[in-house]
């Protein structure tokens, strides 16, 4: 394939999607290790409400009202799902159950009542994100990256991405010592008197940022499927954090191209002209790895055995 | 209009799916409640989730035989198999794996979720695909709904139901106590997996009126709601069932009274709104009776031990305290007791005094353990046994 088709139709939502995958993955690791794989489910749900309220507030769909109505609503699912467990004395996946379908159904109510005929906002979209029409138009061959008028018609999307992906790169080595203790032995945290609570609100709030950046881009299949699964095939590799998290940006990267790759191109292979979800496709092939490493990883079953 | 949703009077269509929300609400309230018991209320997520692609699966095949791919009962076939293999990869990685069964569960729901939306990119580019409409699966449809879809929808909740019943016994032992369940002779796995399984029936029932995303709403929030009411396993499981079939009743009545109400997310919100005034008012375990049961016990030490200190001779220094004993009369303002206070403060050191010497006394000793100094002993103790103890005391003094 040449650069003159490459680089304006693939380049520029591959590498959104690598972003948007490592970006996920990284403060996965941690959610996996903690156990609290699900609060990405549960986040990624809640930025249906957000995003309609954001439009309904401000009458647009423009990014920046989108992205903090989403992280509004994050951040009020987190609340609410902590109050319901203290208030109810519940288990925090019932409370979770609880608070993310209630909200995820007030936001589709919402959608439903109101007038989004003239802007591209339903639930699919939602779901499924739109990566394929994240596409450069100005391009025209592998030359247009050193072109400043080009570059300047780069999706949004590209360098908002690559922004939240550098913040929570700069976060994770900020923090990485508190963090580590943390999620390994909070009790010992807390004797070296790091604040275990507010590492850990700080950590779903990192998730949320990047699930909410994620989301605009990709979809929140994407953004689930990333949380988790490139994480956990990690961890299935190795004992040592550093190396998991490595792996799982690995895996993520692998995800991201792999996915899209056979998503666009894989159908013309098998003689179709059509292609398929490139979100579907790319969550697809972070399950295939998650399912060859929890075959064959070589520590798959832990210390222990 | 919404009085004429609630009597069944809106005609054919919304009376059929009224009732369907009932009994499909019913089944999932009664069935959820045994996952949420068992902790496991978030397996439903990835059960749900992984009908996707059995959906797309299903039609595929029903197309390719020439069949319509549309058929409803085709289309659940198909998605029951796969949210079965994603409940089993939930269970193989959880067991065969170090991960855990939240990352098991996320992993199966966003990977078979996305292999789903590739089918059904799949199929909308197909020919016979265009209007094939799977998507509504996704939040639920009722428009249009046909009486034989209605009526797998109701004999799906029976089945369900019937079998929920017939089960309740060793699914509720396995729920509360697997171990003991185990040790008293029963099969846990198996069991476990009648317990998937039933969720399982509800969730694929459930696609047509409330769709994939929002069904586990209807599995866990009735079982929730209904344990701020009782503490008796057997009352959970009742009042589950009845709070599903309200909101299942009640959302589809008020979805079919108005237009841009789709019923999925309003039988979602209707079990919502029954489960926030629970968690509020609920008489047994409710957020407010505690608080208030809270504030009752805060009072009952706080007015002892003032009593007690009155007895004692020792001075009052703690507001609450002073403040409790001087409404009920029992303090002058300056902290020395009333004639009231005095013999109060008398009694309650009598009652102290019983208490220690019955602890002494080993034919007591079950009474004993219910020492919490708060009590008095002539609630729990006959008068005879009360006159036995005070002539005690008295030999004791002299």
């Known amino acids: 394939m040449s650069g003159a088709e490459f680089v304006p139709l693939s380049l520029t939502p591959m590498l959104i999607g690598v972003f948007a995958a490592i970006a996920c993955a990284l403060p996965g690791n941690f959610l996996v290790l903690r156990k609290q794989a699900l609060i990405g489910d549960a986040i990624s749900h809640v930025v249906l409400p957000g995003i309609v309220v954001a439009f309904l507030v401000t ?24 109050l319901i467990r203290r208030l109810g004395k519940i288990e925090t996946g019932a409370a979770m159950g ?32 739109n990566l394929e029409s994240l596409i450069w138009l100005d391009a025209t061959g592998w030359h247009s990256l050193l072109d400043p008028q080009a570059l300047a018609g780069l999706p949004n999307e590209l360098l908002r991405m690559a922004i939240v992906l550098l913040f929570i790169v700069t976060l994770m080595f900020v923090f990485w010592r508190p963090l580590k203790i943390a999620t390994f032995d909070e009790g010992f945290a807390h004797g070296l008197g790091i604040p275990t609570n507010a590492i850990g609100l700080g950590l779903v709030m990192t998730a949320a940022i990047a699930a909410v950046a994620a989301f605009d881009a990709v979809g929140s299949i994407i953004v689930i499927a990333m949380f988790i699964c490139p994480p956990a095939a990690a961890r299935l590799m190795t004992d040592h954090l550093k190396a998991q998290i490595w792996w799982s940006v690995g895996f993520a990267t692998l995800s991201a191209i792999l996915g899209y790759v056979l998503a666009g191109y894989g ?24 399912a060859l490493a929890a075959l064959a990883g ?8 | 209009m919404l009085w004429q949703a609630l009597t069944l009077q809106l005609g054919y269509n919304a009376t059929l799916v009224t009732l369907g929300a009932l009994l499909l609400g019913v089944a999932a309230g009664g069935t959820g409640t045994f996952l949420f018991l068992r902790k496991r209320a978030l397996v439903s997520d990835a059960i749900s989730h992984a009908t996707l692609p059995g959906v797309g699966l299903a039609f595929l095949v029903m197309v390719a035989l020439g069949g319509d791919g549309r058929n409803l009962a085709g289309l659940l076939f198909g998605s029951a198999i796969t949210a079965w293999l994603g409940l089993l990869t939930v269970q193989w990685l959880n067991k065969h794996t170090r991960l855990s069964e939240d990352s098991a569960i996320g992993a199966v729901l966003s990977v078979f979720f996305g292999a789903g939306v590739v089918l059904l990119t799949v199929i909308q580019t197909m020919s016979q695909g265009r209007q094939a409409g799977l998507d509504s699966l996704l939040l639920g449809s009722t428009a249009g709904m046909l009486f034989s879809d209605a009526a797998m929808i109701a004999a799906g909740g029976a089945v369900v139901l019937a079998l929920a019943l017939l089960f309740r016994r060793p699914m509720t032992l396995v729920a ?23 969720v399982l029936a509800v969730t694929v029932v459930g696609l047509k009126i409330v769709g994939l995303i929002l069904i586990v709403a209807l599995l866990i929030i009735p079982p929730v709601t209904a344990r701020f009411w009782t ?33 999925g997310p309003i039988i979602v919100l209707v079990a919502f709104a029954l489960f926030t005034v629970s968690l509020f008012f609920a008489p047994a375990r409710g957020a407010l009776s505690s608080v208030l049961r809270h504030r009752r016990f805060q009072r009952h030490v706080h007015r002892r031990q003032g009593l007690l200190a009155l007895a004692n001779g020792l001075p009052i220094y703690e507001r609450y305290t002073m403040r409790l004993l001087s409404q009920e009369g029992l303090i002058r303002p300056d902290g020395v007791a ?14 102290e005094h019983r208490w220690r010497l019955l602890r002494e006394m080993p034919a007591h000793e079950d009474i004993a353990a219910r020492y919490d100094g708060l009590s008095g002993l002539e609630t729990i103790l006959t008068k005879d046994q009360l006159r036995d103890l005070d002539a005690k005391l008295a030999e004791g003094k002299t």
Request: glycine share 12%; net charge negative.
């Open chain 2, 231 to 263: 503490d008796r396993a057997e009352e959970v499981w009742l009042i589950s069932g009845a709070i599903g079939g309200a909101a299942g009743y009640l959302g589809a009545a008020i979805s079919a009274s108005a237009p841009n109400l789709p019923t």
């Open chain 2, 338 to 351: 009333t004639k009231i206070g005095e013999r109060q403060a008398a009694s309650a050191m009598q009652d």
């Open chain 1, 267 to 290: 159908p013309l292979w098998i003689g179709r002209s059509d292609s398929v979800s490139a979100a579907g496709m790319i969550a697809t092939v972070s399950g295939v790895i998650l």
């Open chain 1, 59 to 82: 009458g647009s769909v423009a990014a920046g009202p989108m992205m903090l109505g989403a992280a509004a609503a994050a951040l009020v699912a987190v609340v609410l799902i902590e």
């Open chain 1, 298 to 305: 070589p520590r798959r079953k832990g210390l222990t055995a």
């Open chain 1, 98 to 129: 609880v608070t993310f379908t209630a909200l995820f159904a007030g936001g589709v109510l919402l959608l439903e009542r109101s007038d989004t005929s003239r802007v591209h906002l339903d639930v699919e979209h939602a779901l499924m994100g």
């Open chain 2, 176 to 198: 509360f106590d697997a171990n003991y369940a185990a040790a008293n002779g029963l099969n846990v796995s198996r069991i476990d997996l009648l317990t998937m399984g039933l």
